[in-house]
């Protein structure tokens, strides 16, 4: 499975929009990208996943750049409660290929009064 | 409401002493699977299950062992023979054919 590259930190204020940025320049045809984050001390909380279209939910958009090896997690109105760790990790559904999955370190957020 | 839940949220154990870490999920999802976390490092697989009665080795299992009898529980026992075993355990779900994993909230072990 392709590996991610994240920034280690950013900051954003509060009410306006997070763009965190994650790159996967060796990703292959059939795998997805997917996007988690983590609260401190808790599990961490799936937001969206996309393999080539951009995707929206109720909690954020997936921008996949055309060649797909990069792609953008857009918080339209971050709040203070958006302040973790957010985790950009590539893979092909299905449980077989979860063993090669790669958590790298995230980008922490910071969201500021 | 379904979900995964894991117990307890802190356990501390002797060393040298066995301790089993509970995760059971209503959510009818097909694999099952134990990470562990440690300070600055991201998550790293330890056991993963995609059906009952089978269980895979991820990429630090020694020490660990895991059973799958029923559907709905994993539990993860973590041996004496572990060396390093203070950290932040999570166990997850998913779907086989679907993207996104369902986490429990964690268990912090500590070894005293």
């Known amino acids: ?113 | 409401d379904g979900g995964i839940t894991q117990s307890p949220k802190y356990l501390f154990r002797k060393e040298g002493q066995n301790v089993t870490l509970s995760c059971e999920q209503n959510l009818n999802h097909d694999a099952m699977y134990w990470y562990r976390q440690d300070p600055g490092q991201g998550l790293r697989l330890i056991y993963y299950s995609q059906i009952v009665n089978d269980f895979q080795k991820g990429d630090i299992a020694e020490g660990y062992s895991v059973s799958r009898e029923k559907k709905e529980s994993f539990p993860l026992t973590v041996t004496s023979a572990q060396k390093n075993p203070t950290a932040f355990y999570l166990c997850a779900s998913s779907l086989d054919k679907s993207g996104g994993y369902t986490f429990g909230s964690g268990t912090r072990l500590t070894v005293v």
Do not use: F
């Open chain 1, 1 to 113: 499975d392709a590996k991610t590259t994240q920034p280690t930190s950013m900051d954003c204020a509060e009410g306006r929009a997070a763009n965190l940025p994650c790159n996967h320049s060796t990703i292959s045809g059939n795998e997805y990208v997917y996007w988690y984050r983590q609260i401190h001390s808790q599990g961490p909380q799936y937001i969206i996943h996309g393999l080539k279209n951009n995707e929206t939910n109720e909690m954020a958009s997936l921008i996949i750049t055309e060649d797909r090896k990069s792609s953008t997690l857009i918080l339209p109105h971050a709040t203070l409660r958006d302040t973790a760790v957010y985790y950009c990790i590539v893979r092909v559904p299905g449980a077989g290929n979860n063993r090669k999955l790669i958590w790298g370190l995230g980008t922490s957020l910071a969201v500021n009064p």
